[in-house]
């Protein structure tokens, strides 16, 4: 049997927002892309009756440029300050033969869940920490220091036989 016990405070939320943005290469080159193609647009476009046409393009990809930035940097770190001693959950990970028995505490409430291997869609490992995601923006965070029976490998094994079709992703954010 493996278990952890993981505290998910400031500095494991500041982890999962860095490993949200920064991790996705593709996404910004695709960003980055189309930004530039709308500029050239305009600038092919400068003396002929394309222009009108071309400007509104180039303003329509700024505004989507402008809500990415938004979600991804702005919001996420107005959240971080929000985030006080009272948010701190410790979360009791047992990963038992058929599902994930989780107990979770914060100063407010107690909770226990039990999670089947089969909700999880995705599986990323950063070099601390292992994210089992249960949808695109929802996980389950095992931060790799705080596993206190078992090893780390030994997770991975159980978790690459427990949830079908996956494979673990490995990401260059810490």
């Given at each position: 049997?493996?278990?952890?016990?993981?505290?998910?405070?400031?500095?494991?939320?500041?982890?999962?927002?860095?490993?949200?943005?920064?991790?996705?290469?593709?996404?910004?080159?695709?960003?980055?892309?189309?930004?530039?193609?709308?500029?050239?647009?305009?600038?092919?476009?400068?003396?002929?009756?394309?222009?009108?046409?071309?400007?509104i393009w180039l303003l329509i990809v700024i505004a989507i440029e402008l809500v990415i930035v938004y979600s991804y940097f702005i919001k996420p770190k107005m959240k971080l300050q929000s985030f006080t001693d009272d948010n701190i959950i410790k979360n009791h990970f047992s990963f038992e033969e058929n599902v994930i028995k989780l107990k979770s505490q914060t100063k407010a409430r107690k909770s226990e869940n039990e999670i089947p291997y089969s909700a999880f869609t995705r599986i990323d490992e950063s070099k601390s920490t292992i994210y089992l995601f249960l949808n695109k923006n929802?996980?389950?965070?095992?931060?790799?220091?705080?596993?206190?029976?078992?090893?780390?490998?030994?997770?991975?094994?159980?978790?690459?036989?427990?949830?079908?079709?996956?494979?673990?992703?490995?990401?260059?954010?810490?």
């Open positions: 049997m493996i278990k952890a016990d993981v505290n998910y405070d400031k500095n494991a939320l500041l982890a999962f927002m860095k490993f949200a943005v920064v991790d996705r290469f593709w996404k910004w080159f695709i960003h980055g892309a189309l930004l530039a193609f709308a500029i050239a647009i305009v600038i092919v476009n400068l003396k002929k009756d394309f222009l009108p046409f071309a400007i929802s996980a389950l965070i095992v931060t790799k220091s705080e596993i206190t029976e078992g090893t780390v490998e030994d997770l991975k094994k159980f978790l690459l036989r427990k949830i079908p079709n996956q494979k673990i992703n490995k990401l260059s954010a810490k």
